[in-house]
């Protein structure tokens, strides 16, 4: 007997979810088939679009000098073109040149070949092969022997060839109309896709301001200010960009060339334009470029010496600007990831062929640039781009799920070198232990993970220690994506990221201990990794801390800490709900420490002015702060007061809640 399962019912959700990208599919292939039919129109489309983002800025360059914009406009693109066609001439002379000394160098490489085989004992294993495979070639061309047929039926193969018959075949002479088209029909091609460009750039340029507003009512006109400021953003990085790999591999085809022709290399010229063109290739360009000119110098030179300086220029000025000059122009605006570049050159490749590979980086910038700025395009941000596909809480929080706070240290250390300490802990850290604390209220989390979450943040801080919070040095900036991303996304506040490192001369009466301060964790391990992370701040600032768990305010447990020389004790909980446990963990610090003033912080994004007032009317703590950055500025000004603090409740300045 065989027993069916039954089937499952899908809810409506799940089957619009399958039309929804069954229809994205469906798309995609016909944009596709529409790219790859239509290569005729889009290339010069592409190629139109790629220009007017290098000419822009030199149109708006003119228009600042009062020249009309029709004006300015036809005068770049007529510029620009004779700029091509002119590189074009001097590649068709170069070439020229070149073909016609081919020949000469034919007998420098015979007798290269001749002295490497003499240098050989003997014949090798490959050349008896080579001689094998020739031979096997010769009987297989051999023509077939004809066959003929004798009275009783039988086959016999005749020795006699038979001789073949001369034809001449003779084509009339070709008249004026045949000639002019034999002429004309290899230009028309080109010229028409030179024609088009033409057309659309001029109509690119004019026609700017109106593209942008379609582009803006296709994206989304909702938030207009927003759509409008994010395109001319990007228009501006795009523009930059082209201009600047633009300047790059002109510079490099330079240096090519220049370096050839002090080597000795013929047509020098002609191998430094093709370096400046192909570098625009990702990955292979440039060793296509330098295959050319080290073939010819293997043939041109009867020595060696020419191949290993030419071998040496390349391996000496790519890395020099791949890794050296292009990440310090470059930065990290409109990165790709390697992946992605691998991919769009092997898709546009396939689709436009070679001319796809020159423009498949640059159409992917277009893209990734695209897909930052307009909110319905992210897509193509998070499959192109270098940026993380999780953002930098999501990242933190996975790093300490998975007990890994090296690596979340070493991501810090990246992030330390533009912003702060407090900024890396209350736009990364913390709101990672939100995401942790959220699962945890909704029972996704044993207690054993909010363990080991707390665990990897106490170890993390342990490898952080030796980072004190001075400002970062000027003019330093990331080169690691994952940072890069974390710093652009995080807000800066120059009140907290420019926060001194005390000392402890400086230090008010009642600080001078060596752990004024207390951090004492709410109600579970995660506020507790939270307080960890806060004491970390506070040492980084210059006052010593030490740190509870949340068993620390039980009935039994309170008794067990010690007053002396506690300035402030600091109640530390992500989020603001439980008042109540809140008001008893306050009164119960309070009995216990007489003499320190509580301040509670609770680390919430939307607790606002009217709620800390609330908050703290409601718990009766002196002191509120709703970020690690607003408890350290808070304790940072009481340490540096030249008097102990006072006693009672200190009320707090309502426009920037500091004591």
Known sequence: MISRQPLKVRTTEEVLGLISALAVAIFAVIIIALLYFGRDIFVPVALAILLSFVLAPLVAQLQRLRAPRGLAVVSVVVLAFVV???????????????????????????????????????????????????????????????????????????????????????????????????????????????????????????????????????????????????????????????????????????????????????????????????????????????????????AVDPGWTMLIWTLALFVVVEPLLGHVIEPMVYGRSTGLSPVAVVVSAAFWTALWGPIGLVLATPLTVCLVVIGRHVERLEFLDVMFGDRPALSPPEIFYQRMLANDPT?????????????????????????????????????????????????AVTELTVDLSDQNDAPAAAGERTTDPEAASAIDDSASNGAVDTLPVLSKESLADGWRSEQPLLCVAGRTPIDEAAAVLLA????????????????????????????????????????????????????????????????????????????VKALQEATKAELVAASMGEAVKLCIDAAQARTSPPLPSVKLDPTTNVA
Request: proline share 4%; charged share 20%; hydrophobic share 45%.
């Open 84 to 298: 091509i066609f002119a590189l074009g001439s001097m590649l068709a002379t170069q070439l020229a040149q070149l073909a016609s000394e081919l020949p000469n160098y034919q007998s420098t490489m015979s007798n290269k070949i001749q002295s490497f085989r003499d240098t050989k004992a003997g014949r090798g294993t490959l050349e008896r092969a080579s001689d094998m495979l020739k031979d096997l070639g010769k009987e297989l061309d051999k023509p077939k022997e004809p066959e003929a047929r004798t009275a009783g039926g039988l086959r016999t193969t005749t020795s006699a060839p038979v001789a073949p018959i001369p034809v001449e075949v003779r084509q009339p002479d070709p008249g004026a109309l045949d000639s002019l088209r034999t002429l004309i029909s290899p230009l028309i091609h080109p010229l028409a896709t030179t024609g088009i460009i033409i057309i659309f750039v001029i109509f690119i340029l004019l026609q700017r301001e109106d593209l942008r507003n379609r582009l803006i009512r296709l994206a989304g006109s909702s938030d207009l200010q927003r759509t409008t400021a994010a395109l001319d953003d990007a228009a501006f990085r795009l523009s930059r960009l082209f201009l600047t790999q633009l300047a790059l591999n002109g510079g490099f085809g330079v240096v090519i060339g220049v370096g050839l022709w002090l080597i000795g290399i013929p047509s020098a010229i002609l191998w430094g334009i093709l370096a400046a063109a192909l570098r625009f290739v990702p990955y292979i360009g440039a060793v296509i470029a330098a295959a050319f000119p080290l073939a010819l110098a293997a």
């Open 536 to 611: 970390q701040l506070l040492s980084a600032h210059g006052l010593g801390t030490k740190v509870s768990g949340a068993e620390a305010l039980s009935t039994a447990n309170v008794i067990k800490l010690e007053p002396a020389g506690i300035a402030i004790a600091c109640l530390v909980y992500l989020g603001h709900s439980g008042v109540a446990h809140m008001r008893y963990s306050v009164r119960r610090l309070k009995r216990r420490l007489p003499r320190a003033r509580v301040m509670l912080v609770c680390c919430a994004a939307d607790l606002d002015e009217q709620a």
């Open 407 to 455: 690596e979340a240290a070493e991501k810090a250390e990246e992030y330390l070198k533009e912003r702060s300490l407090i900024a890396y802990c209350d736009e990364v850290a913390v709101k990672g232990l939100q995401l942790a604390q959220a699962d945890a209220e909704r029972g996704a989390l044993a207690y054993d993970r909010l363990a080991t979450i707390r665990d």
